[in-house]
Nanobody, 121 residues
């Protein structure tokens, strides 16, 4: 089992920045793909970005390309989502997830509890 805990959410004005963290514990493995997802009120959870086991490969949904950067530090068992140029439509609960293999938009085995990001206009 892998436990994932997100942190770093909060309230920010449009155009601002936030960095989300995803700390892994338990049966951790640097071979996991880490993904970030988000769920806005009244909408389904959707994929945002993913990073492969060594950080060499990343994948983003079009709406965040150029604004968000996903990374990981395997020595700290932590992944990050640096968000800049935030827009009100980025408001959502953000979740990190882990899976084996590099299938960025595939199904994920482990999920965190989520962290709220609110962007005011």
């Amino acid at each position: 089992q892998v436990q994932l805990v997100e942190s770093g959410g909060g309230l920010v004005q449009a155009g601002g920045s936030l960095r989300l963290s995803c700390a892994a514990s338990g049966r951790t493995s640097s071979t996991y793909t880490i993904g970030w997802f988000r769920q806005a009120p009244g909408k389904e959870r959707s994929f945002v970005a993913a990073v492969n086991w060594n950080g060499a490969s990343t994948f983003y949904v079009d709406s965040v390309k150029g604004r968000f950067t996903i990374s990981r530090d395997n020595d700290k068992n932590t992944a990050y989502l640096q968000m800049s140029g935030l827009k009100p439509e980025d408001t959502a609960v953000y979740y990190c997830a882990a899976r084996y293999g590099w299938f960025p938009k595939g199904s994920y085995n482990y999920w965190g509890q989520g962290t709220q990001v609110t962007v005011s206009s």
